[in-house]
């Protein structure tokens, strides 16, 4: 995805109604929604060493579930417990320097500076020192005061990460839908940090080594970074940390997904040699590499397979995001509209509450009606063939199931097709 748009690549980011953070109805857990993020194509082969542990050696044995994929998590937490260190004595000035340089604290700290105007952001080691005096920030773009009260209860949870086998788990659940005419053997850094961004609970950022620096590039290597603390604010009230253990893996199943799309679509020779997109282009590629991302995570295929004819919950959720789809579409191809507003239509459509992301949700419902009708296969047959193929696998399940929500009729211009009509035959 374009840097300029997807704001978990690089730069740009958009806070969408991003208020206080409290539990509220509508996401899968009943909690606030996640921002998400999208990589593009790369394997991570980064030497960024944060505190490694031996778990990930055992995963890496686990991890070959998929038939020719592979997911290799390497875990990285010593960020986190560097600052439980800290925290113990803040006038400790020689693990505060540690911390500092750790490549965990160096990738949430840059991807913070994307959130607010360069202008108005203290540095992290201010806000340490700021910190370290008051025991508490007037402002805190950081979350240290987030992380702070939620010590005892992230580095409970941080212990039972250690002992969790991630990459098998991870492989089983995004093998489903990549296609496997490659063998993808992927290594992918995983940072847990209890600091950084209010809406990054986990997120897939592209980064690059320069001597002992990590900075965020468009040419870096896809990491992994997940915030213990808002994890345990969010998700983890009257939970044991055993239990936030299955909220982590398949917020690591969603990231994983993307990663291993990635890494297919640097590698197929469908996906070469594109041309620069448009932004109804990118919001087509959103729905669907956000929508099967969505679908195989925190147990959605499940509860749309166990719910979605039970009641009206679900259906009046799809109404919802379809409608709002068909509002950002009809945006996105009006010239009068000028880029930099289609770039925020684009972002409200991943990012903010869980089911206000208009193009993960309706393209989590596509992926959910299309393996119904269609099978599994279909699914992953989208994967091979491109977006536009998404769109056509839905627009078929649809023409035969009428009560479905309808695309909109400038995507159905993308498929070549007026509503009412059938899809015509896939390339």
Request: charged letters at 25%; hydrophobic letters at 35%; glycine letters at 6%.
């Amino acid at each position: 995805m374009k840097k300029s748009i997807i704001p978990s690549v690089l730069f740009i980011v958009v806070l969408v109604s991003c208020g206080k953070k409290t539990p509220e109805e509508g996401t899968p857990d009943g909690k606030t929604g996640r921002a998400e993020a999208i990589p593009t194509a790369t394997s991570p082969t980064a030497s960024a060493q944060d505190g490694t542990h031996g778990i990930a050696q055992a995963q890496a044995k686990a991890a070959g579930v998929g038939k020719r994929l592979r997911i290799k998590f390497d875990i990285h937490t010593q960020s986190a417990e560097l600052l439980y260190k800290w925290f113990n004595d803040p006038t400790d000035e020689i693990t505060a320097r540690q911390l500092l340089v750790r490549p965990g604290t160096q990738i949430m700290a840059e991807y913070v500076k994307t959130t607010l105007p360069q202008g108005k952001l203290s540095s992290f080691a201010d806000d340490l020192r700021r910190f370290s005096r008051n025991r508490k920030l007037k402002a805190d773009p950081y979350g240290i005061d987030l992380a702070w009260r939620q010590k005892r209860d992230s580095a409970l949870l941080l212990q039972a990460i250690k002992k969790h086998d991630f990459s098998s788990e991870v492989t089983r659940r995004v093998a489903a839908y990549i296609p496997m005419e490659y063998p993808l053997n992927l290594s992918c850094h995983v940072y847990f940090v209890l600091t950084g961004w209010e809406w990054g609970d986990a997120m897939v950022l592209r980064v690059k080594q320069l001597g002992d620096s990590y900075k965020l590039s468009d040419d870096g290597q896809p990491v992994i970074v997940v915030n213990l603390s808002i994890m345990t604010h969010l998700y983890g009230k009257g939970r044991k940390p055993e239990a936030l253990i299955d909220h982590i893996s398949h917020s690591m199943t969603h990231e994983g997904f993307h990663f291993a799309f990635a890494k297919y679509k640097e590698i197929s020779p469908r996906w070469q040699g594109r041309p620069d997109e448009s932004e109804l282009e990118t919001l087509i590629e959103m729905m669907q590499n956000e929508g099967i991302a969505h679908y195989i995570s925190h147990h959605q295929d499940e509860k749309l397979i166990a719910k979605y004819n039970q009641s009206e919950e679900y259906k009046n959720r799809e109404r919802s995001a379809f409608r709002q789809l068909g509002v950002a579409v009809r945006q996105l191809s009006d010239p009068s509209i000028d880029r930099a507003q289609k770039q925020q239509i684009l972002e409200a459509g991943n990012a903010g509450k869980y089911w206000s992301k208009y193009a993960c949700i309706s393209g989590m419902f596509m992926v959910y009606h299309i393996e119904r009708n269609l099978g599994k296969t279909a699914v992953k047959e989208t994967v091979t063939r491109g977006a536009v193929s998404f769109l056509k696998q839905y627009h078929q399940v649809q023409i035969g199931n009428p009560q479905l929500p309808s695309l909109p009729p400038e995507l159905l211009k993308k498929i070549g097709t007026k509503s009412g009509q059938q899809t015509p035959a896939h390339d």
